[in-house]
């Protein structure tokens, strides 16, 4: 995720960084901003999924394929969604279309 900041205040954000650079100019030509005091900034997404209980342990939901109910302790890198919980099977099923695996710990506090 891309976040574009006028003097230091977040504005808008945008998922590729093309997008970000349309939004600097527009904002630019629209005579709200200029070069100096406009920032594109890259920040990860925050991971949001649903968690729940294996036999005393915290897994996410796999999210790879929209039908897996599968619980996972594994994330991939997708490359517009950030991290995506998948589980070992649908990693597999994808063919290697998927990024980068992470192990994860939830904790719970």
Same mark, same amino acid.
């Given at each position: 995720?891309? *976040?574009?900041?006028?003097?230091?205040?977040?504005?808008?954000? +945008?998922?590729? %960084?093309?997008?970000?650079?349309?939004?600097?100019?527009?904002?630019?030509?629209?005579?709200?901003?200029?070069?100096?005091?406009?920032? /594109?900034?890259?920040?990860?997404?925050?991971?949001?999924?649903t968690a729940?209980?294996?036999?005393? +342990? &915290? &897994?996410?939901?796999?999210?790879?394929?929209a039908k897996?109910?599968?619980?996972? %302790?594994q994330v991939?890198?997708?490359? /517009?969604?950030?991290? +995506?919980?998948?589980?070992?099977?649908? /990693?597999?099923?994808?063919?290697?279309? +998927?990024?980068? *695996?992470?192990?994860?710990?939830?904790? *719970?506090?």
């Amino acid at each position: 995720m891309y *976040v574009i900041n006028v003097n230091g205040e977040e504005i808008d954000h +945008v998922d590729t %960084l093309a997008k970000a650079k349309r939004a600097r100019n527009t904002i630019i030509y629209g005579g709200i901003g200029t070069e100096d005091n406009i920032t /594109i900034e890259k920040r990860k997404r925050d991971l949001v999924a649903t968690a729940f209980e294996v036999n005393g +342990v &915290m &897994m996410l939901q796999c999210e790879w394929f929209a039908k897996c109910t599968n619980g996972t %302790l594994q994330v991939v890198d997708h490359p /517009i969604l950030g991290q +995506v919980p998948a589980c070992k099977r649908c /990693i597999g099923k994808s063919g290697g279309q +998927v990024g980068r *695996v992470h192990d994860i710990q939830i904790n *719970v506090s």
